[in-house]
């Protein structure tokens, strides 16, 4: 599955120690781990941290199951924060293709109001697209940098696409479409594949000048996915952002995945960091 943290404005590097994927990341000077890779339940924890991992080590987005095996296995040398800016939302394909009940009242209005107001094409994304694509969402990512508060996250977001499109032939498990409205793209979804029966929404902007535009992209891509199997869609975090957790509560997950911050403080100082990354 791709990496989406291999972004090039942020310095990755990996290590391998005891059947585990370790990596850590800096930006800005401000370094974090991630969770490691591995087979979380047969794991010594105490004894993998002792030895590999420093006092004072910030592990971000660890979601809520490895938090609970490390309160189990370490206790007090480490500290939880829930980091609800990192929650994933989970939807179920059928809800979104439906629409059905009154919670989806407004969006199925908003969805309809888009198809009745505009014509529109439906265009498969292939190489011949990427440079329409980029520049589209270059001017997205320029109005985002407008009303978001963290300018990292819009330009994270412009990176994540042409990193995914540098690397379009490498992956086989992408699948993504534009809307063209007079001819133009007026938005774009692309989505990752998982498994069998689940994949991730990696990225997707809109010209919300398009009234329903938004609305009317989430259910065809729901359409698209239900029609290949899939009947889970994780579209991510909100990264706190205020107008996009608005509109992915609004979508109504039957899940959230919940994701923490860990750091390993524990009370015997003699520990060193044995593990070279």
């Given amino acids: 599955m791709l990496l989406l943290s291999l972004k090039s404005r942020m310095q990755l590097q990996r290590g391998y120690a005891d059947g585990f994927c370790w ?25 993998l941290f002792q030895e590999h991992v420093p006092a004072g080590t ?8 490895l938090k609970n095996r490390w309160l189990q296995a370490l206790g007090d040398d480490i500290q939880v924060e829930e980091n609800r800016d990192s929650w994933e939302y989970l939807i179920k394909t059928d809800s979104l293709k439906n629409l059905t009940g009154g919670q989806f009242e407004n969006f199925r209005w908003e969805s309809n109001r888009f198809v009745k107001r505009y014509p529109y094409e439906i265009e498969e994304i292939k190489p011949r ?19 978001v508060e963290d300018p990292v996250f819009a330009g994270n977001y412009e990176d ?9 032939q490498e992956m086989d ?6 809307i063209r409205v007079d001819g133009r793209i007026a938005a774009y979804m692309l989505d990752e594949q998982v498994d069998e029966t ?6 997707a ?21 239900a029609e290949r199997g899939i009947d889970m869609l994780n579209i991510s975090d909100d990264q706190g952002e205020e107008g996009l957790r608005f509109f992915k509560q ?5 899940a959230m995945l919940k994701k923490y911050t860990v750091t390993y403080m524990p009370s015997a100082a003699e520990l060193c960091c044995c593990l070279v990354i």
């Fill in 129 to 147: 697209l990427f440079d329409e694509l980029l520049a589209f969402h270059k001017t997205f990512t320029e109005e985002l940098l407008s009303r």
């Fill in 205 to 225: 902007a809109a010209d919300y000048t398009y009234r329903g535009i938004n609305q009317f992209a989430y259910r065809l891509n729901a359409m698209r996915l």
């Fill in 250 to 254: 609004n979508l109504h997950p039957f």
């Fill in 23 to 47: 990596h850590r990341y800096s930006w800005d000077g401000v370094e974090n781990w991630g969770p490691p890779i591995g087979d979380w339940d047969s794991a010594d924890w105490q004894k």
């Fill in 58 to 65: 910030c592990f971000f987005g660890v979601p809520e199951y």
């Fill in 160 to 168: 994540m696409l042409s990193y995914v499109l540098n690397h379009w």
């Fill in 198 to 203: 689940s994949c991730i929404g990696l990225l």
């Fill in 173 to 178: 498990r992408l699948y993504g479409f534009v």
